[in-house]
């Protein structure tokens, strides 16, 4: 059974930190591409950032720069650190990692980031 788990989220003042993880179980790691999305109260869920297995990553033009996605393939870990949050990055953050051909995608069960202005 594939597993998404989440951590690291919580409340953060604005200019601030935080380091998302997400540790998978039950699955090949290294040959998925993975991803972060969110979703605030209200809209509709977006992907932030996207790391394929030969580590090349996308990000979504509102956090470029801010943000960096990476990959433990060892300890079947993404990672997303946010840096320089804003009240508008408040949102449930969920990991997806993204099935190889033929095969299901997998969502985490999301982790709240919560930023104070």
């Known amino acids: 059974q594939v597993q998404l788990v989440e951590s690291g989220g919580g409340l953060v003042q604005a200019g601030g930190s935080l380091r998302l993880s997400c540790a998978v179980s039950g699955s090949i790691f290294s040959s998925n591409a993975m991803g972060w999305s969110r979703q605030a109260p209200g809209k509709q869920r977006e992907l932030v950032a996207r790391?394929?297995?030969?580590?090349?990553?996308i990000y979504v033009d509102s956090v470029k720069g801010r943000f960096t996605i990476s990959r433990d393939n060892a300890k079947k870990t993404v990672y997303l650190q946010m840096n320089s949050l804003k009240p508008e990055d408040t949102a449930v953050y969920y990991c997806k990692m993204y099935g190889l051909e033929g095969d299901d995608d997998y969502w985490g069960q999301g982790t709240q980031v919560t930023v104070s202005s």
């Open positions: 790391i394929n297995s030969s580590g090349r990553t």
